[in-house]
């Protein structure tokens, strides 16, 4: 059980930190909806911003529920994300959907780092190396895309690779009860 754990983390870990490769195409963000440079690296800068204040504080929220349940809620949120970047041409609009999943993805790593320190501590590098082969991946892979074919075929493969992700945890990973003993009762 063990490696299915790991595999289906791992796939979870990579798909959605490839959803932040975006940071390599921002000048196609710019050039699709019509927007300065600096309007269109607001994608990056408003999720990493939102992901540096909820990290402080989600995680420890998010990891009373069950895990299996909470990880399929997180990529369902990137996955209808992007979906509809697919199809939106109006800025503010594909902006505020791409900024929903910021408030997923630290507690959904952090939980799977936990998770694999609970269930199997020598493996908990692959979840970091998950998490670095999407960031580094996920850019060159997201970039490429973005040149040969455009904005929406981004999306299209970020949609894809979060489905991927959702149905190795759908099918992999154990229901898991959360942990009730949080520092801060939200």
């Not at 505020?96 to 694999?116: E, G, K, W």
């Amino acid at each position: 059980m063990s490696k299915k754990v790991t595999v289906s983390l791992f796939l979870m870990a990579f798909s959605l930190s490839t959803f932040l490769s975006i940071a390599g195409i921002i000048p196609m963000i710019s050039q699709y909806f019509s927007v300065p440079i600096t309007m269109a690296s607001l994608f990056v800068a408003l999720f990493a911003l939102i992901l540096s204040v909820t990290g402080l504080f989600l995680p420890s929220y998010f990891s009373r529920y069950e895990r299996k349940r909470f990880f399929i809620i997180s990529l369902s949120v990137f996955i209808l994300s992007s979906f509809l970047q697919i199809f939106i041409d109006n800025f503010y609009l594909a902006l505020v959907i791409r900024l929903i999943p910021a408030f997923f993805y630290s507690s959904a790593i952090s939980i799977a780092l936990t998770v694999m320190g609970e269930l199997e501590p020598d493996n908990v590098n692959r979840i970091v190396l998950g998490v670095s082969a999407g960031s580094i991946l996920g850019l060159s892979i997201s970039t490429q895309i973005g040149v040969t074919f455009g904005y929406p075929f981004v999306n299209a493969w970020l949609f894809l690779i979060n489905v991927l992700a959702l149905a190795g945890i759908w099918l992999l990973f154990p229901e898991m009860e959360g942990h009730q003993s949080n520092p801060i009762d939200l």
